[in-house]
């Protein structure tokens, strides 16, 4: 078992926050989802497009002490492997409740289907639901869901994961060097040929289903938050939704982060915080909903090594470590005590 599985056994939640509401069947938002007056109209900046194929160092240091996001092109993840993961998403979340929830996830389970983690530090339910995936059960919680028929999920999933890990590698290593950082300092992030041993990421995918909502502004799709791992990567297909608070107006002020077709993005994470010394911004994201279309996303969060220590990689004698070590299992304890609150508990 990994290690942050051992977390999700040591941290349960709430079981009665854990099964959604049965959205196809609620035609009035009820007031347990009810979260505030309308907020001022969301604003679209001007959020960095890197391509891959030939990534500049400075743009995307830039991108991340700026904005802390980033949209990716040429990532070599086909189209068709995309709209498969969003097809069987769909397919995942148009089933009836009574079937979903033969999927649940247990209270101390890091895999099935359910309402995110966060939702036990707010009062007001989300508009959404998900299935969170982790280590091997997938195909038995696919199993609990169609009995004869998971081999095409189960296959599709196994191959974003790997393509997912396969670039998390490639884009930790390029976000290293643009702090001028080697494989040297780095050991553990050089690519593992493998993808497998102690030496590997670790890895959580998370599958999220935002239903069409009769009154959107007054709804609140995932809640603000900021990620735990080191990066997420986040394909949400054409639908907008995610929003991230604005650099200049914390606060106070959300930006649209716009799908580019064929693109996907990367939000900063708490351990790219703390690794990059608080240079790299891990942005405080949303998403909201929408009275028209049914959005799905899937989040795949990238972390250091089962038991690794990281901090922050500085030999700047004029900038000495804000935070200090820490294995990421620990990080994810704090955050599910603690939450949004987490990083400051880390600080020297
Ligand atoms: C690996 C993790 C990141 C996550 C917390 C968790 O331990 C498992 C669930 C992850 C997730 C997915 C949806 C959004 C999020 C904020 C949440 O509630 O659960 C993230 C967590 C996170 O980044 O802290
Ligand atoms: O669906 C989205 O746009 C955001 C998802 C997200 O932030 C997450 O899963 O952590
Ligand atoms: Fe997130």
Known sequence: MSSVSQLFKN?????????????????TLPDSHVWSKPEPETTTGHISVISLSNPEHGLLRQACEEWGVFHITDHGVSHSLLHKVECQMKRLFSLPMHRKILAVRSPDESTGYGVVRISMFYDKLMWSEGFSVMGSSLRSHATLLWPDDHAEFCNVMEEYQKAMDDLS??????????????HED???????????????????????????CPDPHLAMGLAPHTDSSLLTILYQGNIPGLEIESPQEEGSRWIGVEPIEGSLVVIMGDLSHIISNGQFRSTMHRAVVNKTHHRVSAAYFAGPPKNLQIGPLTSDKNHPPIYRRLIWEEYLAAKATHF???????RC
């Open 169 to 182: 590698h490639r884009l930790i290593s390029m976000l290293m060097g643009s702090l001028g950082l080697t």
């Open 340 to 346: 949004n609150k987490a990083l400051n508990l880390f």
């Open 11 to 27: 941290n349960p939640v709430n079981r009665d926050r854990i099964i959604p509401l049965d959205f196809t069947n609620t035609k």
């Open 186 to 212: 780095l050991g553990w992030l050089a690519p593992d040929k493998t993808g497998s041993g102690t030496d590997s990421i670790q890895s959580f995918l998370q599958l999220n289903s935002y239903p069409v």
